[in-house]
């Protein structure tokens, strides 16, 4: 395993959405690693793999810089020629076990579940932790739907390795995950679309190591 449940605390995963060009987006960045997110995903649905490779390898630059665990969504191999310090992959992208085969066994792999199969199945095929949602409903995701509370707790309990939870996570919401055996929560809008970035992290960190006291 090559992170621990501490550092996934709170996990800051970008949105282009509120950013108005690449300089905003890395800014924000920094806010939210200030703010108290120990690792960040880049996340980019819409750049050409040129762009993204460039904006990648300064994103895993900050991010190293500010002591931050460095992710990238979705691209082993944008996340192996920046750097970064490893990748996320969903059920619908690389499979596990692949994406492990290529990173090697030095970076971090995370992988996205669904189930307690879906979670058995990414834990054997390599993967350091796991993202297990929707929690809530999400606009960032039209697809992803929600899983019951009841789903997260048997995936944190079938797997040894960390577990967050993502989508639609807010504020008002993330005390609601209490009890799940989380190990901390993944945030996009909660963070990115906040005019503080930095407070707004701030406040959600508390949050989250709430959480993780209470289990």
Not at 9 to 25: H, N
Not at 165 to 191: F, H
Request: glycine share 10%; net charge negative; hydrophobic share 45%.
């Amino acid at each position: 395993m090559n992170i621990t449940g501490k550092r996934l605390r709170l996990y800051a995963v970008t949105d282009r959405t509120w950013a108005a060009d690449e300089d905003a987006l890395l800014r924000q960045v920094e806010a939210a690693i200030d703010g108290g997110a120990s690792i960040v995903q880049l996340r980019e649905k819409h750049l050409d793999p040129a762009a993204f490779l460039a904006e990648a390898e300064q994103f895993a630059a900050l991010c190293r810089r500010k002591g931050a665990v460095s992710i990238i969504n979705d691209s082993v191999d944008a996340a192996l020629r920046s750097g970064a310090d490893g990748v996320h992959v969903g059920q619908g992208d690389l499979e596990a076990g692949s994406a492990r085969a290529l990173l090697g066994p030095d970076k971090i792999l995370g992988v996205s579940a669904h189930s307690v199969e879906e979670a058995l199945r990414a834990q054997a095929a390599g993967a350091d932790y796991l993202g297990v949602g929707a929690a809530f409903a999400t606009g960032t995701k039209a697809d992803a739907r929600p899983i019951s509370r009841e789903t997260i707790r048997a995936i944190t309990a079938a797997v040894d390795i960390p577990v967050v939870a993502i989508g639609g996570i807010t504020r008002d919401n993330i005390l609601e995950l209490r009890g799940c055996g989380l190990d901390g929560a993944a945030v996009v809008s909660a963070l990115f679309a906040r005019p503080d970035v930095r407070a707004a992290t701030a406040e959600l960190r508390r949050l989250c190591d709430k959480i993780a006291e209470e289990d």
